[in-house]
């Protein structure tokens, strides 16, 4: 189907052609049409995380941190949070995306993240810093060995409820809460999540 800029209005009502100058409306409508395009190729602004707890400077890339609703897969309300760190040492729209999840199930893959292979890590010194005495929130170390380093890293929590997913509006709920877990019903909110994701990230699709 091929639009026309000159016959479409930010109310979604068409409007008839119009001789001389452009108006203001339709020249807003103009640039909304040639925005659109880029808007559909950005990571949701929302989502983006500025700082950590326990670490003063810059982060070394950009971090997001969000949901995604599974709600059609997991067969009632359900959120499933992911966080996406961009590659640190080389360009993040060329960088491959690496898919990093716990084992369990039932352990939260945030604890890889800043535990193990993320750019910014707890350690045994964590909890021995003058600022951890004062605010009581562990210190985070840069990593020199990041998976960052050779690519973007997304992760989710999942089942829900692990980690900050969960299910029937209820943030708080019991380990429970979500219902009974079983390989098909799991596979169906993976594939649920990732779609989610590419959605909102869709720049990323040939990121492999």
């Known amino acids: 189907m091929k639009l026309a800029a000159d016959n479409f209005c930010d109310d979604h009502h068409a409007i008839a052609p119009q ?6 409306q339709h020249a807003q409508a103009k ?28 982060l070394p890339s950009k971090h997001y941190s969000g949901f995604i609703n599974t709600t059609a897969a997991g067969g009632r309300p359900m959120m499933v949070h992911y966080l996406y760190i961009e590659a640190t040492a080389e360009k993040a729209e060329t960088a ?19 535990v193990e292979l993320g750019p910014l890590l707890m350690n045994e010194n964590s ?8 605010t009581g929130v562990p210190t985070l170390y ?10 973007s890293v997304l992760m989710f929590d999942w089942p829900p409820p692990v980690g900050f997913s969960y299910c029937d509006n209820n943030a708080s709920g019991s380990g429970y809460s979500c219902g009974d ?4 019903r799991m596979a169906a909110v993976q594939y649920a999540a990732l779609k989610g994701w590419f959605d909102l990230f869709p720049e990323r699709q040939k990121n492999d």
């Open 127 to 134: 909890l021995m810093t003058d600022e951890y005495k004062k």
């Open 19 to 24: 001789s001389g100058p452009p108006t203001s």
């Open 142 to 151: 840069k990593n020199p060995y990041s998976w960052t380093n050779v690519g």
């Open 31 to 58: 640039a909304i049409m040639l925005l659109t395009p880029l808007l559909l190729l950005t990571a949701p602004a929302a989502d983006e995380v500025t700082s950590l707890p326990g670490y003063a400077a810059k």
């Open 96 to 114: 491959p995306t690496i898919l990093w999840t716990n084992g369990g199930p039932g352990a939260s893959s945030m604890f890889g993240i800043f």
């Open 181 to 184: 877990w079983d390989d098909s």
